[in-house]
C-alpha cells in the first residue's frame, strides 16, 4: 500500500538531493561563520582585547548547535 | 575479473566492506563531517575564551636592567629575556641616540624580528612585515598588530625596561 510520503517520493525524486544540497550549503556557510569567530577571538585576545573571547564562543557554541539540528533533517538514505 | 558465480574467498567474507564503500564519501557523511569540524571550532572558541579569563598575561613588574649605554652602540640591538618569563625582547639603539625595546616576536607568526639599522623599520624576514622602529606600529606586510613594546629607561649609565604605560 502506498502512503502520502512514498507517494511524494516517487513524485519527486529529486526533492531529496535538493533538500540535502541545502543543508550542506547551510552547514559550510555556518562552519565558514564559525572560522571567523574564532580568528576574531583570538586576534582579539592576543592584542589582549579579551572581551570578544567570550561571546565569539558563545555564538561559535549556538551555530554548532544548529549544525547538529540541521542533521535531524538530513533526508534517509536509500535503502 | 571475478566470476559473479565464484564463490568469495574467506578473506573476502571476514571484510564485507565493498571498495566503493570505502573510497566514495556520501553526502550525508560529508554533512557529518561538517557538524564534526563545526564541533571542533566551537571547543577552539572555548579554549580561546578560557585562556583569555583564566589566565590573562602576566604583567611586568618593576624596572629590569638589560646592559650599559656602552654596550649597546648606535644603530645596535641587543635581545634579552626578562627573569621568569621566556619570551624574546630586543632593545634597539636608535640612529637619533633613544632607545627602544619591543617584543622579538611577528604579530603575525611569531618569526624573530630585526632592526634594520639606518633605515628606522624593523623586519620581520618570514614574510616580509615591517614595524616602525620608533613605534612599533606596522608599516607592511601581513602582521595584524603593533608589535608589544617595553617603557625603555635610562638611569646612569645603566638601561632599564619596565612595562609600557597603558595608552588612552
Known sequence: MSTFRRA????????????MLAIIVLLILNVTIQIWLLY??????????????????????VIFIINCWLLYYLPRSRQ | MSDNNEKYPDWKNDFPISQSETTSVTRRQFAKFLCLVSGGLATGSAFVAAKSVLSPDKKIKGAHRVCSIT????????????????TPYILIHLENGEFKAYEQKCTHLSCAVFYKPGSGKIECPCHNGWFDAMTGEVLQGPPPRPLPRLDVQVKGNDIFVAAAKEEA
Open chain 1, 8 to 19: 511524494q517520493s516517487q513524485a519527486h525524486p529529486n526533492k531529496t538531493s535538493t533538500l
Open chain 1, 40 to 61: 576574531s577571538g583570538l586576534n582579539n585576545a592576543l592584542a589582549h582585547n579579551s572581551g570578544i573571547a567570550f561571546p565569539a564562543f558563545i555564538a561559535s557554541l
Open chain 2, 71 to 86: 654596550e649597546l652602540p648606535v644603530g645596535g640591538t641587543r635581545s634579552f629575556v626578562l627573569e621568569g618569563s621566556t
